[in-house]
């Protein structure tokens, strides 16, 4: 079976996410999936899914409309999985002018909302769909509040929404394109009906 994914390439943790997509590809049983580079629209063209990877989100946001992207992205009918600063680009609401979210999952965004004492971290935090603890990478990352129209909340911390879904989309404020540990791949695969 032929699947074609792909990974905003503009600004961030591209690599990580391509090898992501394509170990996640073959452990979901896809013979022939391919994970290709998206710079401009035409590299939209006939994708299943996307990753939106952490970076900073006020330069992949100035780079997403420098090249045409936000209304292809906004359209775009297949599911997005963004992580930390994709996480941002995917809400409605953010703390910060600079940053022109693409406003499709409906919830309100808190920038490096961990502050100083605390930019990066590991924990082990509990994942709605997935059965034991997820270890998760936090890099001055996000959190979400106000979930609302038809966005499901997967995991929570004291600080906020750490991980939310809506149809085909799945937003995290960490890295799980940093660790050895797929589940999270999987599900957003399964969520496009890629190895169920
Ligand atoms: N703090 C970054 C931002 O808001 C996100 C960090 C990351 O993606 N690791 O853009």
Not at 98 to 117: E, H, I, P, W, Y
Not at 154 to 171: E, P, S
């Amino acid at each position: 079976m032929g699947v074609k994914l792909g990974v905003l390439a503009l600004q961030g943790n591209v690599s990580e996410h391509v090898r992501g997509f394509e170990r996640a590809l073959v452990e979901a049983g896809v013979s022939h999936g391919v994970v290709v580079s998206v710079r401009r629209p035409a590299d939209l063209s006939d994708l299943s899914g996307i990753a939106i990877p952490g970076g900073e989100s006020t330069t992949i946001s100035r780079l997403i409309q420098k090249n045409g992207l936000y209304d292809p992205l906004v359209r775009f009918e297949g599911g997005i999985f963004a992580t930390c600063a994709g996480m941002v680009l995917m809400a409605s609401r953010v703390d910060d002018a600079r940053v022109k979210t693409l406003g499709l999952m409906d919830m309100s965004v808190f920038r490096n909302a961990f502050g100083r004492q605390k930019e990066s971290f590991e924990a082990d935090i509990q994942i709605k769909g997935i059965d034991h603890a997820y270890h998760a990478f936090f890099i001055r990352a996000p959190v979400a509040t106000d979930a609302g129209n038809g966005v499901e909340v997967l995991a929570r911390i004291d600080a906020g929404i750490v991980a939310a879904r809506k149809g085909q989309h799945i937003a995290l404020s960490f890295h799980p394109e940093l660790g050895t540990d797929l589940r999270l791949h999987r599900m957003f695969l399964e969520g496009l009906g890629i190895g169920e």
